[in-house]
């Protein structure tokens, strides 16, 4: 039991002690301690001015008034680290035992500057005498120090760039840190403005002497600003500045993220990035400043794909290689088609000025492999392609291409260069006519499958001004088909024009013919269409800008003798008019003839250039004036 009272007795004793050393903390020796410390470890001179408060609760330790850190004898007067005040926390068991022991320092309102020279010296690379320590600095390495909690509350970090005459401000500085062990992990969250755009990140490194040092070692980070989040999980430095690891980023619309980084926000066209972008996978960025994403997912607006990315900077701006895979892509954006493309009907070509600026946005060159593309103005199935873009001009190779129940091959051009223009040489085999007429001009009366060849030109701010200013050449080559809304049989050998519309349709086993364009009219000379029951040829123009057509067939019907009986097709495209030559087909004029039985019914002649009514007319006036002379020589005859 005596032992027992003797423990707890000293037991007391100790506790009494160290409650009464609280009161006798000692401040200035702390803040000596602190500053001699300091620039040992560092070569740099430790003010601290004001006075020096000892503190007990939250933390034991002390309080100062503003203190400063002198800079680098090379770089400017102002000092490198400068705050209102510093609260300095201390171990209390070591305090007890006659030890100080840093273990917590807030600054308050602190201002750190930070610059490299032109030589490429940094004032951020200490070079103390190392005494004493884990591990003292030399040789510009960073200083050994731990750390259990660090707190910076607004702050200010400016970073000056001599060599390249820049100068970055990092204001509304909030962070929590803690650096445990100088050779282990370090973490710290931090909350500011870059830019005058807001962010937040949260950083944990495995080795912070390896970090501080600007050496690689492992890093983890999560980084908000607007909409823009992105997470790594890797390797970096900053000696060079060099990453590798796995990314996972959200970047929105990319407005928040260009602030953040000090760029103009790039104008993607739409599906390729204009107001969404996500990507992961595999990141590496080198010391030349180029990005390598492999294995990577990338979100494009609407647009999913996979495959490789590089990024790396250029003269005029960035250059972007891909080699990419997905399903359905929207590829609207980058042809300057914003909706549909044929829009049939009457009500004309859309007016609306094409946007292409996106196509400056970036150049470089895409491999793409998908199951379906959206052109806008052509729909596309399994595609392998390559799209080349320079200078807002480009050009998309087309690999092996399934539309329309075909295949294409070719290359189509869209330039941004001082307006709109775009080509193509196409050539289409097997291809199904409807679809592709329908999408392309809003046409759907021509049901069959063939061969196209097709090259255009043409330039304009919107799809009316593009379709009127169409030049070109081409040919058609189809099988078996047929022609809806038109029965050029039944009109021929009844002399009918009206076997037109819903029902009527002309069925051929063979169709051909080639083709120019000029101001966006197509002229046509040699169509040729075979049937069993009428053989027909064809010459006239397709007006695309005006959306009419002024075309003369002249069908040879088998069954009637090989009568040739010509018909006119002519109007808009929407309300077609037929009417059939038969002066031509059997060299009588029939109106003529018919004009001539009515002279005799009615027993006059007409003059020559005298229209029937007036002929007609002059008679009736002729028999009124003899009437109306009868008439008054018996009146007078009667007096």
Known sequence: MRWIVRIVGTLLVLILLAFAALFFVPAEKIAQLAAERFERATGRALTIGGDIR??????????????????????????????????IGVDAGALIGGEV???????????????????????????????????????????????????????AVTYIDHALGE????????????????????????????????????????????????????????????????????????SPLMAEGKLDADLGDLAALSRLVGMARPELPQGLGAGLVKAKGDLTLTPEGSVHLRGAGLVLDGNSLSGDVDYGPGAARPKISANLRGGKIDLRGLTGEGGSGGGGGGSGWPKDRIDVSGLGAVDGALALQAEAVELGWMQLGPTQAVVSLEDRRAVIELKKVSAYEGAIAGQVVVNGRGGLSVGGDLVIGGLSMQPLLQDLAGFDRLLAKGDVKLKFLSAGDNVAQLMAGLSGNGSVALGQGEIRGLDIGGMITNLDPGYVGE?????????????????????????????????VNGRGKVDLGGRSLDYRVVPKVAAVNGLKVPVDISGPWDNLSYKIDVKAATGVD??????TKIEEKLGIKRKKGESLEDAAKRKAEKKLEREAKKALEGLLGGE
């Open 54 to 87: 000892p503190t007990f609760w939250p933390v034991l330790g002390v309080s100062t008034g503003p203190v400063r850190v002198a800079n680098a004898d090379w770089a400017s007067e102002t000092p490198m680290f400068k705050a209102q005040g510093l609260s």
């Open 101 to 155: 022991r840093v273990t917590e320092v807030v600054a308050d309102a602190p201002e750190i500057l930070l610059e490299r020279g032109a030589d490429g010296r940094a004032n951020w690379e200490f070079g103390g005498g190392g005494g004493g320590g884990e591990a003292g600095a030399s040789g510009g390495a960073a200083p050994a120090f731990t750390l259990d909690r660090g707190e910076i509350r607004g702050g």
């Open 167 to 238: 100068t970055l401000a990092l204001t509304a500085l909030d962070m929590d840190f803690a650096l445990p062990d100088w050779a282990g992990a370090a973490t710290a969250n931090v909350k500011g403005q870059l830019r005058g755009q807001d962010f937040t990140a949260d950083v944990s490194l495995a080795q912070a002497n390896a970090a501080l040092s600007g050496k690689l070692t492992g890093l983890t980070l999560a980084l908000r600003a607007g909409a823009a989040q992105v997470g790594f999980d890797g390797k970096a430095g900053l």
């Open 503 to 535: 029902g009527a349709k002309t069925i051929f086993s063979g169709l051909s013919g080639t083709f120019t364009m000029e101001g966006g009219v197509v002229s046509n000379k040699d169509m040729a269409l075979a049937s069993p029951v009428v053989n």
């Open 590 to 595: 029939v109106e003529e003839e018919a004009k």
